[in-house]
């Protein structure tokens, strides 16, 4: 929760990740898994610098890095586009993100369409209830939300083949665990996947990898 307080995003702890079934082998020896997990790892920090650089270099993106969050998984680097009090990503009940929303999606989707990581992305929101007549829920809601994520990375050179899932959470995994309604809690999640060995990425970008770090 703390980390929601920094003016820019954590700095990748290596030592947050953890082994887990993403970064098990499928098809490939444990020495390509290895490598893949090396080039992985440096990528990620590559995609941290480029949108840390991004938002202050980009007068428009002042302040908004207090609605970003990055963070290491045992399935990748996690972006999370977070509310703030006074800075939602979207209106209420609404799943058109906000043009700052826009800005700042548009922003991370021209760094990672360079990363040749497949991308999950999944929308949250907080606990409070939220039911139209016609019975849409938080359920919907949150997974119109992903999808509208998932457009804007489309619009922003982010290829198709590169979509793992996009997922509606609704209040099931609160940022915030201990205050369900907290206006962090409803955010989108923008995953890079660690790569598998014998992987193949669909339409994978032409941008080659050097040394771990997309050029």
């Known amino acids: 929760a703390g980390a929601l ?46 949108i840390r650089v991004a938002l202050e270099n980009d007068p428009s993106l002042a302040g908004l890095s207090q609605n970003l969050l990055l963070e290491k998984t045992r399935d990748g680097l996690r972006i999370q586009l977070i509310d703030q009090d006074k800075r939602p990503l979207f209106a209420s009940g609404s799943p058109t993100p906000l043009a700052h929303t826009r800005a700042l999606l548009a922003t991370v989707a021209r760094v990672i369409r360079k990363a040749p990581n497949k991308v999950a992305i999944a929308g949250h929101t907080d606990s409070r209830v939220f039911r139209t007549g016609t019975g849409y829920s938080n359920w919907e809601l949150s997974a119109d939300r992903a999808n509208a994520a998932r457009r804007i990375l489309f619009t922003q050179a982010v290829p198709e083949g590169r979509i793992a899932s996009v997922e509606g959470k609704a209040d099931r995994e609160p940022l915030l665990r201990n205050n369900p309604e907290a206006p962090a809690n409803r955010r989108l999640s923008i995953t890079l996947l660690y790569r598998k060995a014998g992987q193949v990425i669909m339409e994978s970008p032409s941008t080659p990898i050097e040394n771990g770090v997309f050029q």
């Open 5 to 50: 307080n920094s003016p820019l995003m954590p700095s990748i702890n290596p030592s947050m990740a953890q082994p887990g079934a993403s970064g098990e082998s499928e098809g490939g020896s444990p020495d390509q898994q290895e490598r893949l997990r090396e080039e992985d790892e440096k990528a990620f920090a590559e995609v941290e610098n480029k």
